[in-house]
């Protein structure tokens, strides 16, 4: 009770750190998106760094859990941050802006994974150490507001800055790594307030496979994961194709690219505030209808080969992306044990990572010989995955039943 009086109503560092690190990310990978196909005329080295990057969010996923129950939350998402940044800026300065060193991208890119890694986890943590418990709900919201909002504006500064004829590639790297010392400053404001808590003595491993017993056995648990997993790897493989497709296939420019990425993030943020507006629809089985849809535009983006109805498919990605996000988490909250919970988000952060270096890397390769046409594949993949995974679902909830 004590703790519960010290805290906050609202926080304006903890919404400004949120704001501030997906919005100096959103420069970062844009322009990172779009020098590496500029420079190596291809998506091969982007998906490479992809595929690299959810490797680095795999192994990550099994070890951050533990560390944020055990130590200092704040402590970690404000070190993780200065950390991240201070590496960041002495890599830039190695950096050829030319013809830029892939061993050294590979490193920026482990970097910046670990960073987001700790990052949104520790945020959402430490989120009830430091708001009234009457608060969270609502102050929840207004993070996703401040996330989805950095979204938008952070690929937009990319464009506006890309216009620049001075700026190149190390000077990106620049921005995004006094960005990210500026998040941690901002965390170290932070009013944080931890509940004394009883350690977990368990061993990881151990708990570990308890928690995949529970979701395996749990069929809704099992059904949010195997869609959120399904549906991702066309999200990453498309976010890979889209820099590629726009300035190879369908003629556009680093304006228009820039354009797109915000029009996505907005459409993000209209998807969460009408499923806050409308609850009814927040629900797993809507969801099949939301994934139908997209898989129906990327075949329509593939027979009309036109850059509006690609624009179009990536409004649609933005939204339906937002929705699986909401809709997953609510289940998984909602269904979950308590006792079970972290080991569920957990579970359902490491199924998606496992599977999408293997789907960014193929697609790196993929795009240039397919162009528009790897559409149909995504496509026609996601109506197949998604409705096979309703069958599976409900066929083992009638062997259940009997």
């Known amino acids: 009770m004590e703790m519960e009086t010290k805290k906050q109503n609202f926080s304006w560092p903890l919404l400004g750190s949120n704001f501030a690190s997906v919005f100096g990310e959103g420069i970062y990978r844009f322009a990172l998106n779009w ?36 130590y200092n939350r ?44 700790f990052a949104y986890p520790a945020g959402r943590t430490l989120l009830p150490d430091v708001i009234k418990a009457h608060r969270v709900p609502r102050f929840n919201a207004m993070i996703s507001m401040a996330f989805t909002l950095g979204q938008a504006l952070g690929p937009m500064a990319g464009g506006v800055l890309l216009s620049l004829n001075w700026i190149n590639f190390k000077d990106f790297l620049l921005i995004y790594s006094g960005l990210l010392i500026l998040t941690a400053g901002i965390n170290s404001l932070i009013k944080y307030h931890p509940e004394k808590a009883t350690k977990n003595k368990q061993p990881m491993f151990k708990g570990i496979v308890e928690g995949y017993h529970y979701v395996f056995n749990t069929p809704k648990l099992l059904e949010s994961m195997l869609l959120a997993m399904w549906s991702n790897f066309f999200s990453e493989g498309f976010v890979v194709a889209t820099p590629y497709l726009v300035q190879k296939v369908y003629g556009g420019d680093a304006k228009i ?92 952060f490491f199924s998606i990572d496992l599977w999408v270096p293997m789907i960014v890397i193929l697609v790196g390769y993929m795009v240039e010989p397919f162009g528009s046409n790897i559409l149909y594949i995504f496509g026609g993949l996601m109506l197949f995955g998604i409705w096979t995974i309703h069958w599976l679902i409900k066929h083992k909830k009638q062997t259940k039943l009997n």
């Open 35 to 70: 020098f590496l196909v500029a420079s190596f005329g291809n998506a091969k080295i982007l998906g490479w760094l992809t595929g690299f990057g959810f490797v680095v969010f795999m192994i990550c996923d099994l070890i951050v859990g533990i560390l944020l129950d055990r």
């Open 74 to 117: 704040k402590m970690l998402l404000a070190g993780a941050d200065l950390v991240g940044g201070i590496i960041i800026l002495l890599l830039s300065f190695f950096l050829n802006p030319d013809n830029p060193q892939i061993w050294l991208l590979f490193a920026v890119t482990f970097v910046l994974n670990v960073d987001i890694s």
């Open 257 to 348: 690219y820039s354009g797109m990425l915000s029009l996505a993030a907005i459409a993000g943020l209209v998807m969460g505030i009408w499923l806050a507006r409308a609850p009814k629809f927040n629900r797993l089985q809507t969801l099949y209808l939301d994934l139908s849809i997209l898989g129906v535009v990327y075949i329509l983006a593939a027979v009309f080969p036109y850059l509006p109805v690609l624009t179009v498919l990536v409004i649609a990605a933005g939204a339906v992306r937002a929705s699986v996000t909401i809709k997953i988490n609510t289940v998984n909250q909602q269904e979950s044990n308590p006792k079970f919970l972290g080991r569920v988000m957990s579970i359902s």
